[in-house]
């Protein structure tokens, strides 16, 4: 294929191709003129092997540009990951603080801000979820294809290894992922018309981003201390609750770690893209 992209290319520079050579050749051979047969000869190996190193250089070029392609996407992909993963710690920072606030109140008694509406408006929003899951859409394109040696530089394509393959977050998906049970519990106790309300006035998504508002329930002050006591007094609420809150407090740790991963890896895809570009055409 290289000696065919060799010839093309000797065409493309001007010198002769293969059958005016040999006709050339043929010629100079019947005329004995050797002299003449050495010259078209020499220019024969000469177009060859520029032809080959066009190829070469085209292939690595191509290459190159292939490789930035990735590199970019890669970033992209970490970008996103950090973007997601930071707005899933802060959502969850903000159930921890109900969660805190619901356990407060079954253990001792306390109302959240000294309120029974807002004390019930604690015990549900405990219960939202917001799982969490890594972006790896280029690295997983590029392991597939078997090509992970587009990216040179060894010490990244072993950083990005233990990100995508090997790192606590992929170990931690069950933290995540997991679907507390007390999301099931605290939900079949509080009345389907507070839900609704909580739902329309008390929660917002916006392209995918939950945030939790501060609202004030439909519900009188007496009305909810019957609520809270059937909530405190059940068993599978209350330590479904401390368990899903100790687990959200854990992955929230758990992506500090990611983040501080990704901050280095995003430093690293951009100094190789910089080298990339500065030895670009």
Same mark, same amino acid.
């Given at each position: 294929?290289?000696?065919?992209?060799?010839?093309?290319?000797?065409?493309?520079?001007?010198?002769?191709?293969?059958?005016?050579?040999?006709?050339?050749?043929?010629?100079?051979?019947v005329?004995?003129?050797?002299?003449?047969?050495?010259?078209?000869?020499?220019?024969?190996?000469?177009?060859?092997?520029?032809?080959?190193?066009?190829?070469?250089?085209?292939?690595?070029?191509?290459?190159?540009?292939?490789?930035?392609?990735?590199?970019?996407?890669?970033?992209?992909?970490?970008?996103?990951?950090?973007?997601?993963?930071?707005?899933?710690?802060?959502?969850?920072?903000?159930?921890?603080? *109900?969660?805190? &606030?619901?356990?407060?109140? /079954?253990?001792?008694?306390?109302? %959240?801000?000294?309120?029974? !509406?807002?004390? $019930?408006?604690a015990?549900?929003?405990a219960?939202?979820?917001?799982?969490?899951?890594?972006?790896s859409?280029?690295?997983?394109?590029?392991?597939?294809?078997?090509?992970?040696?587009?990216?040179?530089?060894?010490?990244?394509?072993?950083?990005?290894?233990?990100? *995508?393959?090997? &790192?606590?977050?992929?170990? /931690?998906?069950?933290?995540f992922? %997991?679907?507390?049970?007390? !999301?099931?519990? $605290?939900?079949?106790?509080?009345?389907?018309?507070?839900?609704?309300?909580?739902?329309?006035?008390?929660?917002?998504?916006?392209?995918?981003?939950q945030?939790?508002?501060?609202?004030?329930?439909?519900?009188?002050?007496?009305?909810?201390?019957?609520?809270?006591?059937?909530l405190?007094?059940d068993?599978g609420?209350?330590?479904?609750?401390?368990?899903?809150?100790?687990?959200l407090?854990?992955?929230?740790?758990?992506?500090?770690?990611?983040?501080?991963?990704?901050?280095?890896?995003?430093?690293?895809?951009?100094?190789?893209l910089?080298?990339?570009?500065?030895?670009?055409?």
């Amino acid at each position: 294929s290289r000696v065919r992209h060799g010839r093309q290319a000797a065409f493309r520079t001007g010198l002769p191709t293969s059958r005016v050579l040999l006709r050339r050749i043929t010629h100079h051979v019947v005329n004995e003129n050797w002299f003449a047969v050495f010259v078209d000869f020499v220019i024969v190996v000469v177009g060859v092997y520029v032809g080959i190193e066009v190829s070469n250089w085209n292939e690595a070029r191509q290459e190159d540009a292939r490789a930035q392609y990735f590199l970019e996407r890669i970033g992209h992909d970490l970008t996103n990951d950090r973007a997601q993963a930071t707005s899933k710690q802060q959502f969850w920072g903000d159930v921890v603080e *109900y969660g805190q &606030a619901a356990i407060a109140h /079954a253990e001792k008694g306390e109302l %959240y801000k000294g309120s029974t !509406r807002q004390t $019930v408006l604690a015990y549900y929003q405990a219960s939202q979820v917001n799982p969490y899951a890594a972006v790896s859409t280029a690295y997983d394109e590029l392991r597939t294809a078997g090509e992970l040696s587009l990216i040179r530089n060894p010490a990244l394509r072993t950083r990005l290894a233990e990100y *995508y393959v090997n &790192a606590t977050s992929l170990q /931690a998906q069950h933290l995540f992922q %997991y679907l507390p049970k007390y !999301r099931e519990y $605290v939900r079949g106790r509080i009345p389907h018309d507070i839900q609704r309300y909580i739902w329309d006035n008390c929660h917002s998504t916006d392209r995918g981003n939950q945030t939790l508002l501060d609202c004030e329930l439909p519900m009188s002050e007496d009305e909810g201390s019957v609520l809270l006591d059937a909530l405190s007094v059940d068993a599978g609420v209350v330590h479904g609750l401390r368990f899903w809150i100790a687990n959200l407090i854990v992955a929230s740790k758990v992506i500090d770690d990611n983040l501080e991963q990704t901050d280095q890896l995003l430093e690293l895809v951009d100094r190789s893209l910089g080298k990339a570009k500065a030895a670009g055409p």
